[in-house]
């Protein structure tokens, strides 16, 4: 850290009044050293910073910081004023002035001894030193760790007659025990301070608290064995938590990242209250698939796997929102309204066909986006946010080249590799503050449109062609045999990675949609529906089968199964997957190979029942729907019959449902 401050940068008479003034003394200190090449444009970074969150800290701290294309290496400059100024801290102005200049691509090095500093400044001691120190030199000394500062005196001993011999002590209660979060924006001060006053607060309480903070040094994620002891969790952060399902069906305290920092023993008294009052969080499966995408010790499958359900999550909102608008434009104007003129040109505020046509076209917009955004958030789940640029262009280049939603996932996949080996390469310090914002956009966005348009695209193309050509085509035999492929799918891991295989298989065909992708997309929905009502429909017919605790699963499985959440039928299958699993996937077989018998067809990619008057042929859809429920409710009650009574009983004793409550149920399909 010595590189970092200098005497240069040490100004213990700093003559300003404003907090805006202070930023530019000390700037200037880093332009005279070459650490900053432009002053205004690093005074502006340092403003719109300040203007997210103020970075006064208890204490009359002052951090103000950022990172910025305009420095050529992380940089700290400390001043103090002779009066305090104000950064917004509640307790008033501050006397100790840290400006830290990152370049936007600092490594994680650097970063990581910018966060020890963030964490030295919670000690006392240190600032004590801070403020009685009289020498630059010795003050960039004590700033960079090469001097500790003066430990307080200890307290004197008093004697005392003679003492007898203390008792044996009673054995330790168990402590409570935390873990927490802490993240800020830009991941450098904050971030580390609130993990440091947490875990102050936790010793002087008595809590055994561990804290994982996501700053700009990457993070090492908590030991999954911690979190699973835990008694509650803390979220300090102003970003969104990493990975935040880990830490799901916890009493939970979600705060900003300066709480953690100004009020730490309050957060810890709010949990233990949560956790005596037995109030916990959603459970898993919630949070977002960039978060949970390629952690650390998967297999490439399972990254794969993860990346590219990253992209369609993203894509399916516009799926939804298109697909719906179409459908209604549809309904109202009839199947010629995709030949009515632009309603910029002509709109009529009393004719149905106009707001018909407006529906439609505002669909067809929507529409526009799916293969650019699948393969954008594919390369932003593989490279986080430096993969959009490269594939959002990869993604329009598929539409370019009509390479359609195959084109999409190869140049989302291309995008993210690309970049994620930019990202390894060394470069220069000169360099690192315009990597992000330059290099890695420029250099990526040219090599996936170098292969998109020049190696893999045209292949790709072909072969989404004649996948196109065959949907179109399918009828008869074949169709029924898709159908029954499809709803085993759907059936077999209710809600896991087959059942989104086919059901990403058929949101993608809503990118380029024909008669045949839409009969995929009304059977894969109708499949995924069956499960739940076949377990709820079961429940009903023989409830003397399943235990209190599943008939009670029965009544929530109509509605979660009416509105095509599979994962409904979860907790029949956890207590008894050997009759369940086979019983829904009969089901879903029937009722996939029964809706495209039936020539059923679906814009929508989710909705249920709730969508119905947008199907094609919805009374054939919903006699597919109970046909295929009444199979699997009768193949279980047969299954479980031959069981005799007692397999119900049975059931009871399964850590699935023992101790009276099902297991936690991810929210969508």
């Not at 444009?41 to 208890?58: N, S």
């Not at 009066?83 to 370049?103: N, R, S």
């Not at 090492?220 to 399902?245: C, M, Q, S």
């Not at 959603?282 to 390629?294: H, K, M, N």
Request: with cysteine.
């Amino acid at each position: 850290m010595s590189d970092m401050i200098t005497a240069d940068l040490v100004d213990l008479d700093l003559a300003a009044q404003t907090k805006e003034a202070a930023a530019r003394s000390l700037a200037e200190r880093m332009v005279a050293l070459g650490r900053v090449t432009d002053l205004d444009g690093f005074l502006a970074d340092v403003a719109a910073r300040e203007a997210q969150m103020p970075t006064g800290l208890d204490g009359g701290i002052g951090i103000p910081h950022c990172r910025s294309e305009h420095v050529t290496e992380p940089t700290l400059a400390f001043g103090r004023p002779a009066e305090g100024i104000d950064f917004g801290a509640p307790d008033g102005p501050a006397d100790l002035i840290f400006l830290i200049a990152a370049p936007a691509g600092a490594d994680d090095a650097h970063l990581t001894i910018l966060s020890a500093l963030a964490r030295r400044l919670m000690d006392p001691d240190f600032t004590a030193a801070l403020r009685a120190a009289t020498d630059p030199a010795a003050t960039a000394s004590l700033i960079s760790g090469d001097t500790a500062p003066p430990a307080a005196p200890e307290p004197a001993a008093t004697a005392t007659a003679e003492e007898p011999p203390p008792a044996a002590a009673p054995a330790a209660p168990v402590p409570f025990r935390v873990v927490a979060v802490t993240s800020c924006p830009t991941g450098i001060a904050h971030t580390y301070m609130a993990a440091e006053a947490l875990e102050q607060a936790g010793q002087a309480a008595g809590v055994e608290i561990v804290v994982e903070p996501q700053g700009s040094a990457g993070f090492t994620r908590l030991d999954p064995a911690v979190i699973a002891a835990a008694d509650g969790v803390i979220f300090a952060h102003d970003v969104p938590v990493r990975e935040k399902e880990r830490f799901a069906g916890k009493p939970t305290v979600d705060v900003g990242v300066k709480a953690g920092i100004n009020r730490p023993a309050e957060l810890l008294a709010e949990v233990r209250d949560k956790a005596a009052r037995g109030e916990t969080t959603a459970p898993a499966g919630t949070g977002s698939p960039v978060d949970e995408a390629g952690g650390p010790g998967e297999g490439y499958g399972t990254k794969l796997r993860k990346w590219l359900m990253s992209g369609v999550s993203y894509m399916v909102p516009f799926v939804a929102a298109g697909g719906l608008l179409i459908a209604l434009g549809f309904a109202i104007g009839g199947y010629t309204i995709d030949k009515a003129p632009s309603v910029a040109e002509h709109f009529v505020w009393t004719d149905s066909t106009s707001w018909a046509a407006l529906l439609f076209q505002v669909g067809g917009l929507a529409f526009s986006f799916l293969v650019p955004v699948l393969a954008g958030y594919i390369a932003y789940g593989m490279a986080d946010r430096p993969g959009l640029v490269p594939g959002f262009v990869g993604g329009s280049i598929a539409l370019t080249i009509n390479a359609g939603f195959l084109g999409g996932l190869a140049a989302g996949l291309i995008a993210g590799g690309t970049v994620m080996a930019i990202q390894r390469v060394r470069v220069p310090a000169a360099l690192r503050g315009i990597m992000p914002v330059v290099v890695i956009p420029l250099i990526s966005s040219a090599v996936v449109g170098f292969l998109m348009f020049l190696v893999v695209g045209k292949p790709i193309a072909e072969l989404q062609k004649a996948l196109t050509d065959w949907l179109s085509g399918l009828s008869g035999a074949n169709a029924v045999i898709l159908g029954v492929v499809l709803g085993l799918m759907m059936c077999f891991d209710l809600g896991g990675p087959l059942n989104k295989v086919a059901y990403a298989f058929a949101v993608g065909g809503l990118a380029n949609p024909n008669d045949g992708s839409l009969k995929v997309m009304a059977a894969v929905m109708a499949a995924g529906m069956v499960p739940p009502l076949a377990m709820a429909l079961a429940t009903v017919v023989r409830g003397g089968l399943f235990n209190r605790t599943e008939r009670e699963n029965g009544k929530a499985a109509w509605v979660l199964g009416s509105s095509f959440i599979t994962e409904g039928a979860i907790p029949f299958a956890a207590a008894d997957p050997l009759r369940v699993i086979p019983s829904a996937m009969a089901g879903g077989a029937v009722t996939g190979a029964l809706s495209m018998l039936f020539e059923c067809t679906l814009r929508a990619p989710h909705g249920g029942i709730f969508v119905l008057p947008l199907i094609g042929n919805p009374v054939l859809y919903l006699i597919a729907i109970l046909a295929g429920t009444a199979v699997s409710a009768a193949l279980v009650i047969l299954l479980k019959g031959m069981g005799g009574r007692g397999d119900g009983k049975a059931v009871e004793g399964t850590p699935a449902t023992e101790s009276g409550t099902a297991p936690k149920v991810p929210a969508t399909v």
